[in-house]
């Protein structure tokens, strides 16, 4: 049994040392928050990543990016073999060894090797990349150092989108050890031509790109493509305007409004990413100019609705669901369940939950409201429909409905939610059914809705239940909000600790746009009284 070469880390660990009194902890996606005094926590978690591909014996992926938060903020994820997210029982190790002094580090070390029972002489692998913020960069190079630091074989990738390292993480531990961000884009062109039978999309599609790393990327994928099949334009594309600033994904769904720089047209389709492209909502005007939003509940919708029609046009019978948040739209979840007769769960918010949640249907849509979100196949039910598209007795249009379905679940990226293939997807379904986007709006009609956040001493004190839409603690708060949601027709409100900030969100929605901001406004009231609320009260 090897031990740890203690020299080499203690070295770099001075050079990446720990601020005092800093404390994180490993949130719902990962480390993140202001950039600066943040060096330590990506030495650890190169360090970290090199021990959990040692004990995986497959290739770790960490991503350096602070997704849609502000541009001095960063963060880092670590990916697990198959792309998925860090599984949910290290997330406890990364806090602890992100949290110990220098003095204590080797000894946390040594904890997480014993307790995990890692045979140190085992290779380790572990691929980086990282988005466009400023320092990106340097933080990049921390997490190289810590997993240099304990003699693993590193490959940075510079530049990526997260899905991007995803992908490439999940395809090399399946054996591709020749994939790179070369083959993402011809893997995804690719797709996306077979899906659309070499026709053309019809008009452009205009995208911001919130001023991050999406945007080259996006212009790349655009390439292989070629402007002969779609022709994006690409807006906030870095060269200007600041990461995240008044545009990205976040910014569009939550102010409801265009992003900044975008003089719209009615009619014509947009989209926008967040920073690190995991995150993609549509948007359009009406004919009055009023701005309609599509995000990722429209988006699940129309994905779910389109496998469904092709499952049933192939004749195979597998078990399809659509995962959803507390924070769907209750018009998404009717819709979707009563008037196409689809599955709906509920999972907890971040996309580990759903994402585990959607694995156990054969076909797993699932989607946040804030548009991230993908299609999660199981094995044996893609084998089934690439037996229906061969099987002799099929009728032709049976095993076009099959071959369709295998090029679609193609264009999606099955790792985790990824902006730049979702918007292919959603290209070529629109293409498909000859849909405008208006057409594609008017599936259903949002109830109107309202999030607010509340602050109080300390958020732990909230516990909820059934997937965040009860709260179990502080036990008078559940009583006191139904009796209010009550007075609301079509009322429906829930809250929860935030996992990324230090605030209790609230959620609304009901019948008309005042009776959401009234219900909303109680409810924050509600939380700010039982819940300790500090500062102001809520307005
Ligand atoms: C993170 C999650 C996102 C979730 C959000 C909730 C991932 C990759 N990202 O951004 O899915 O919606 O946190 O934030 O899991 P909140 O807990 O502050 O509301
Ligand atoms: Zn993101």
Redesign the pocket.
Known sequence: MATLNEIPILKLAEVHAKPKGHQMSY????F?GNASGMDHVFFRMGMLAVLRSKLVKATIGVMVTA??NPEHDNGV?LIDPHGE?LTQSWEELATSLANVTNDELIKEMKKIVDSQNIELTNEASVFIARDTRPSSLALSQAVLDGATALGATCKNYGLLT?PQLHHIVACYNDGNHNVNEEQYYQHYANAFKALLNEKPVGSSVTVDCANGVGAPKLVKLAEHIGVNIIDIVVHNNGQSGKLNENCGADYVKVQQRAPVGLNMEPDHRYASFDGDA?RLVYYTLDSDCNFVLLDGDKIAALFAVYIKELLHKADINVRLGVVQ?A?ANGSSTNYISTEENIEVACAQ????H?HKVATAFDIGVYF?A?G?GTVTVKDDCLKKIGAAANRDKKLQEQKLAANKLTAFLDVVNQT??DAMSDLLAVEAILQDKGWSIRDWSCIYTELPNRQAKVKVADRTVIETTDAERKVTKPTALQPAIDKVVAEYPCGRSFV??????D?V?VYAESDTQENTDKLAKRVSLLVYELAGGVGEKPQ
Do not use: C, F, Q, W
């Open positions: 949130g719902t996606a990962g993140r997704s849609h994820k997210m997260t995991d948040t924070y918010t971040g996309v580990k759903l946040e804030n991230h985790i939610g929860r600790p935030s996992g990324t900030e605030v969100r």
